[in-house]
């Protein structure tokens, strides 16, 4: 059933350290085989170190708490445009098309974490701090997918009156 509605939204809880329900949806996004303390550990033990970077050096853009920096880099992270496959005529076309904003939310999601775990050698929660710090700033893995994406989109603008 396409399309219908879920009460998901409604039902999510925000985190209890910073009472917000972007971090608790990132917190499920996180999680594998269940594990939501293991989650809850490497997403508090990542926003420890961003508070103590930022003790350490300011960030660039006015960022003061941990908190201000993930949503940062999320907003950063999120794609406005994404090309989607398109059967025309017997031919297949890449279509730029906008993103809704429950779809760039989890794109965003799925683009810090998928940086996240292709890295090895480190604890996850620094990995984290790595990633959202950079993203923050405009840069990083998620923020290079990103932009790849916009480029594709950009490429195949002859092909937008197909959407």
């Not at 445009?81 to 398109?86: I, T």
Request: charged share 30%.
């Amino acid at each position: 059933m396409a399309g219908r509605i879920t009460k998901s939204e409604e039902q999510l809880r925000p985190d209890p350290r910073f009472n917000n329900k972007v971090l608790a949806k990132f917190t499920n996004c996180i999680m594998t085989d269940g594990r939501k303390t293991a989650a809850i550990r490497v997403i508090y033990d990542a926003m420890d170190e961003l508070d103590k970077r930022l003790k350490k050096q300011p960030h660039p853009d006015g960022c003061e708490t941990a908190i201000d920096v993930f949503e940062r880099a999320i907003n950063n992270v999120k794609p406005h445009v994404e090309v989607r496959s398109k059967r025309i005529g017997g031919a297949n076309y890449q279509v730029p098309m906008q993103v809704t904003p429950r779809r760039r939310q989890s794109l965003a999601f799925r683009w810090i974490i998928t940086a996240v775990r292709a890295e090895k050698g480190r604890p996850t929660h620094m990995k984290l701090a790595d990633e959202l710090m950079a993203a923050s700033k405009g840069e990083g893995k998620a923020m290079g997918t990103r932009e790849q994406t916009h480029r594709m989109a950009d490429a195949n603008k002859a092909f937008a009156h197909f959407a």
